[in-house]
C-alpha cells in the first residue's frame, strides 16, 4: 500500500467518525427533546439533519474517489465497500432521529399523559450499539460486532415493552391516542436505528472473517 493512499484511508476513518458522532449527537438530542418535551431542541435535530445529509455525499465520494485512483484489493477493499454501505446506515439513522424530533413537535402541542414511558434504557441501548458498530469497522474487530448483533435482541425486547405500555395508555387515556401512537412511533424509530447498526455490524464481521451472517447464513466464504 503506498502511503498515499494510507492517508486517504485514514482520513476515510475521520470523515465516518464524525458522520458518526453527528448522528449519535441527532438520536441523544432527539430522546431529550421527547423526554422535556422540548420543541425548540427537537427543531434543532431537524435542521442539523442537512450537515448529515452534506456529510454522507461526501464520505461517498471520498470513497469512490480511493476506488478509483487506488484501486484496493482484499482488505482495503472490504473497508472501503463497508464504509460506503455504513454510510447509507448512518444517513438513514439521522433521519429516524428527524422522524422522533417530528414526532416531539407534535406531542408539545398535546398536554401530558401521565404515564412513565421511559425511552432511556432504549436510547442508551441503541446509542451504544451505533458507537460499538463503528469502533468495530474502524477497529476491523468482529468480536465487537457481533456482540452488537446481541444487543439488537435487548433493543427488540424493549420495543415490545414500549408496544405494551401504548397499549395500557390508550385504554386509560382514549382521549390521547394521538400522542400513544406518536409515542409508539419514537420506539419503532429506535429499534429501526438499531436495526441499522446491526447492518453496519453484519458487514463488519464479512469484512473480517469473510462471513456472511445476515438472515441467519452463516460461513459462505
Known amino acids: 500500500m503506498t502511503r498515499h493512499m494510507q ?8 470523515m465516518s ?20 418535551r422540548d420543541s425548540a431542541l427537537a427543531e ?11 456529510c454522507e455525499v461526501e464520505l461517498e465520494e471520498e470513497c469512490l474517489k480511493i476506488l478509483a485512483l487506488h484501486q484496493p484489493v482484499a482488505n482495503d477493499l472490504r473497508f472501503v465497500i463497508a464504509v460506503l454501505k455504513l454510510n447509507n446506515d448512518l444517513e438513514r439513522m439521522g433521519d429516524l432521529a428527524v422522524n422522533i424530533a417530528e414526532r416531539v413537535l407534535f406531542l408539545a402541542k398535546d398536554s401530558p399523559v401521565s404515564i412513565d414511558f421511559d425511552f432511556v434504557a432504549m436510547a442508551q441501548k441503541t446509542q451504544a450499539m451505533v458507537k460499538d458498530a463503528h469502533r468495530a469497522l474502524v477497529n ?7 456482540s452488537v448483533l446481541a444487543s439488537d435482541d435487548e433493543v427488540d425486547r424493549l420495543n415490545r415493552e414500549v408496544y405494551a405500555q401504548v397499549e395500557a395508555g390508550i385504554k386509560q387515556h382514549p382521549n390521547h391516542i394521538g400522542s400513544m401512537f406518536n409515542l409508539l412511533s419514537v420506539g419503532r424509530h429506535l429499534e429501526r436505528i438499531a436495526d441499522h447498526a446491526t447492518n453496519i455490524a453484519e458487514d463488519v464481521i464479512y469484512m473480517v472473517d469473510g462471513e456472511i451472517v445476515r438472515h441467519g447464513v452463516e460461513k459462505i466464504k
Open 17 to 36: 467518525f464524525n458522520l458518526c458522532a453527528d448522528v449519535e449527537g441527532s438520536v441523544a438530542k432527539a430522546v431529550q427533546a421527547l423526554r422535556g
Open 44 to 54: 434543532e435535530v431537524i435542521v442539523s439533519d442537512q450537515r448529515i445529509n452534506r
Open 7 to 14: 492517508t486517504e484511508l485514514d482520513h476515510l476513518k475521520e
Open 140 to 146: 476491523r474487530d468482529a468480536a465487537l460486532a457481533r
